[in-house]
């Protein structure tokens, strides 16, 4: 268990709404990301965080915005949600050192209707 | 990111081997890595095997490396309805900032 949680869990929200997951970390990891995990896509990264208030756009980073304001939290937003965005949602975290191995949250099933 | 192409599903019986496929991109890649994702769950780190190995062998995994033709395989021995999960090859890339995923391959396992 690397000490990664997520929230919520499950939820349903309406198109148009903005929504926010959260990724919660208790070990200190510098890295953190998220992903997203659709059928027939596996999963694609939307964004990561290499430091407090440090981020980067991943390969489908279009319509979401992240912020990491302190080392244990990692906050995904989507402004504006849309249908094309329902999917489950993954946090990491990421060791320092080789073989630079990546722990995942439970993760967030999101549905908008 | 880099491409890694694996095929989608497979299906064995309980007690034979499963091999499971995997092309990559990047020769340049220091490691490799299989992650296993059980049904309602996040991804774990089942095995990697560095670039410099042509195989690493863990209890009853056996990883194989062909680096000339970019090709990486998971054989697991005695496959148990336990294996039956979603495995993903995967590959760093961004100087290990990233790392690309496979689409997984779903591992059925028929009592």
């Known amino acids: 268990d690397a000490g990664i949680t997520q929230s919520p869990r499950h939820k349903v929200t309406e198109t148009g709404t903005p929504v926010t997951l959260r990724c919660h970390q208790t070990?200190?990891?510098?890295?953190m990301y998220w992903y997203r995990q659709d059928p027939g896509h596996g999963l694609r990264l939307i964004h990561y965080?290499?430091?407090?208030?440090?981020?980067d756009k991943g390969e489908v980073s279009d319509g979401y915005s992240v912020s990491r304001s302190k080392t244990e939290d990692f906050l995904l937003t989507l402004e504006s949600a849309t249908s094309s965005q329902t999917s489950v949602y993954f946090c990491?975290?990421?060791?320092?050192?080789?073989?630079?191995?990546?722990?995942f949250g439970p993760g967030t099933r999101l549905t908008v209707t | 990111g880099e491409d890694v192409e694996q095929s989608l599903f497979l299906s064995v019986r309980e007690g034979d081997s499963s091999v499971i496929n995997c092309t990559y991109t990047?020769?340049?890649?220091?490691?490799l890595y299989w992650y296993k994702q059980e049904p309602g769950a996040g991804l774990q780190l089942l095995t990697y095997?560095?670039?410099?190995?042509d195989m690493k062998q863990d209890q009853r995994l056996t990883v194989l490396l062909n680096k000339k033709d970019k090709h990486l395989s998971l054989r697991i021995a005695d496959t148990q309805t336990g294996d039956s999960a979603i495995y993903f090859c995967?590959?760093?890339?961004?100087?290990?900032?990233?790392?690309?995923f496979g689409i997984g391959t779903k591992l059925q396992v028929i009592p």
């Open positions: 990491a975290i990421r060791e320092l050192a080789g073989p630079y191995e990546q722990y």
């Open positions: 995967a590959e760093p890339y961004g100087g290990y900032q990233k790392v690309t």
């Open positions: 070990e200190n990891h510098r890295y």
């Open positions: 965080s290499y430091g407090v208030k440090d981020t």
């Open positions: 095997i560095f670039s410099n190995m």
């Open positions: 990047d020769s340049s890649s220091t490691y």
